[in-house]
């Protein structure tokens, strides 16, 4: 099976930008539909970006759309999240997620990187 780690995470000031990274080993990434959620302090955890095999489509949550970008590159076995605009209530706990065709759940998980965002 696949094992995910996530890097990418920090401090940053509001309007600030970061790329989160997922590397994945083990099996292909190329087999997985990817995604990105978060889970803020004292909230559910949530979707943020999807991504498919190829890359050739993508979805986001209302409310990273236009300041967030998912990206993957299967040669490297990895999937990116470039943030840009960062605002306070970005401040969450971000982990990759992967799961294979035919299953609307995601499987895999990794371990989660810290973002905070300050104002």
């Known amino acids: 099976q696949v094992q995910l780690v996530e890097s990418g995470g920090g401090l940053v000031q509001a309007g600030g930008s970061l790329r989160l990274s997922c590397a994945a080993s083990g099996r292909a990434l190329s087999r997985y539909v990817m995604g990105w959620f978060r889970q803020g302090p004292g909230k559910e955890r949530e979707f943020v970006a999807g991504i498919s095999w190829s890359g050739g489509s993508t979805n986001y949550a209302d409310s990273v759309k236009g300041r967030f970008t998912i990206s993957r590159d299967n040669a490297k076995n990895t999937v990116y999240l470039q943030m840009n605009s960062l605002k306070p209530e970005d401040t969450a706990v971000y982990y990759c997620?992967?799961?294979?065709?035919?299953?609307?759940?995601?499987?895999?998980w990794g371990q989660g990187t810290q973002v905070t965002v300050s104002s």
């Open positions: 997620a992967g799961r294979v065709g035919g299953s609307s759940a995601y499987g895999y």
